[in-house]
């Protein structure tokens, strides 16, 4: 009888002891790396359509992708946006939710605009597109709007 007493209380204990430990973890946070997966920087808190000055016409209904070009643009802007359309085409099929466009309104680099006008994440001029790229298909996966 004792025999059934202590297999029991292992079963219970080898169960347990993953979920406590995992609970534990997770509120002390020890042992949780603090860095995210994107390459951009997320705009914190969200800018929505009206805080920015951006168009709803323009700017709702779709992700985009907008250039905002530091200063005056003399050679270097037709680059920047052809840059950005080859992260666009690489999207393959999810490209027909995402729009190219240039903008003036906000700080020089690359800007993303969810589908409702929020401005979400920033690249600074000089961005990767392997990086824009990442965390486009990442947003684009998780997200079912635009």
Same mark, same amino acid.
């Given at each position: 009888?004792? =025999?059934?007493?202590?297999?029991?209380?292992? $079963?219970?204990?080898?169960? *347990? &002891?993953?979920? /406590?430990?995992?609970?534990?973890? %997770?509120?002390? =946070?020890?042992?949780?790396?603090?860095?995210? $997966?994107?390459?951009?920087? *997320? &705009?914190?808190? /969200?800018?929505?359509?009206?805080? %920015?000055?951006?168009?709803?016409?323009?700017?709702?209904?779709?992700?985009?992708?907008?250039?905002?070009?530091?200063?005056?643009?003399?050679?270097?802007?037709?680059?920047?946006?052809?840059?950005?359309?080859?992260?666009?085409?690489?999207?393959?099929?999810?490209?027909?939710?995402?729009?190219?466009?240039?903008?003036?309104?906000?700080?020089?680099?690359?800007?993303?605009?969810?589908?409702?006008?929020?401005?979400?994440?920033?690249?600074?001029?000089?961005?990767?597109?392997?990086?824009?790229?990442?965390?486009?298909?990442?947003?684009?996966?998780?997200?079912?709007?635009?």
């Amino acid at each position: 009888m004792k =025999g059934n007493r202590t297999v029991f209380w292992m $079963v219970w204990a080898v169960a *347990l &002891v993953p979920l /406590v430990a995992a609970v534990l973890v %997770w509120s002390s =946070g020890v042992g949780l790396s603090g860095a995210s $997966v994107n390459r951009g920087e *997320l &705009v914190q808190p /969200v800018k929505t359509l009206d805080q %920015w000055g951006g168009d709803p016409l323009l700017h709702t209904g779709h992700w985009s992708l907008l250039w905002v070009p530091a200063g005056d643009c003399v050679g270097g802007c037709s680059e920047a946006i052809e840059r950005l359309r080859r992260v666009h085409d690489a999207l393959g099929r999810e490209a027909d939710r995402v729009r190219v466009m240039s903008a003036t309104e906000l700080a020089p680099g690359v800007w993303v605009v969810d589908p409702l006008g929020n401005l979400v994440m920033q690249y600074p001029p000089t961005y990767e597109g392997q990086a824009l790229l990442g965390d486009m298909r990442r947003l684009l996966k998780a997200s079912r709007l635009g």
